[in-house]
């Protein structure tokens, strides 16, 4: 079973939305959990239902976390194999920024080796930490330099499509390359955050979905 993380703010909300929409077009069957809004949740209570997940052979856990929550729910026994990063650390002014910073390290020090991380692009500081880890990083954002971003215009989406593009060629986790293209996502949904939407169709593309056949429309 595939456990991916989405650690963030109000972005994680919206993010998971989309991903678990593109994934039940494909057939999967995903489970998709905030251990904050779980009363009497735990680390040891989140292993439990992951086994529990594994004998009922479920193909993906999303588990969606806050920064602030990551000591409660986060153990050194969990690893991810993909980790959807939706904050910019620059922009979080609950805790000092050598704490968050911290934390984050923390977190992302739970990626399996042969693993993934997604990140805004955007972010300097994140992409720091991320040097020399032995796992792959793909990034996002209005950017150049980033793995995928797109040609839309704007930071919300409310209308049918929007434009993603691949802007080099990555591998997904079952090993195929997909070559830079572009990808046109139909909508359901309106007033959709563009980082929101790329980072779910950053994940997407890792496991190997193409999002041009994608069935259904991404909703929240």
């Not at 000591?71 to 050194?76: E, H, L, Q, S």
């Not at 792959?136 to 995928?148: C, D, E, L, M």
């Not at 060629?169 to 046109?184: A, D, F």
Request: glycine share 8%; aromatic share 6%; charged share 25%.
């Amino acid at each position: 079973m595939l456990v991916a993380g989405i650690l963030g703010s109000e972005g994680k909300l919206q993010t998971a939305g989309i991903i678990s929409s593109m994934l039940a077009s494909k057939g999967e069957k995903v489970s998709v959990i905030d251990p904050a809004g779980m009363p009497g949740m735990d680390s040891k209570r989140i292993a439990a239902y992951i086994s529990e997940l594994e004998k009922n052979n479920v193909d993906m856990l999303i588990l969606k976390m806050d920064i602030l929550d990551i000591d409660k729910y986060i153990t050194d026994e969990l690893s991810f194999d993909i980790l959807i990063y939706t904050d910019k650390s620059n922009d979080i002014s609950l805790m000092g920024k050598t704490e968050y910073i911290s934390r984050l390290d923390k977190v992302f020090s739970l990626i399996d080796d042969k693993g993934v991380a997604i990140v805004n692009v955007d972010d300097s500081d994140m992409i720091k930490l991320l040097n020399g880890k032995m796992y792959k990083v793909i990034t996002y954002g209005f950017n150049t330099k980033a793995s995928i971003t797109t040609s839309s215009i704007g930071d919300r989406v409310y209308k049918d499509g929007f434009i993603c593009c691949l802007q080099r060629s990555i591998s997904t986790r079952g090993g195929k390359i997909i070559e830079p293209q572009e990808y046109k996502i139909r909508l359901d949904a309106g007033d959709l955050d563009s980082h929101n939407l790329l980072a779910a169709a950053s994940f997407a593309i890792v496991n190997g979905i193409d999002l041009n056949s994608v069935d259904e429309n991404p909703t929240m």
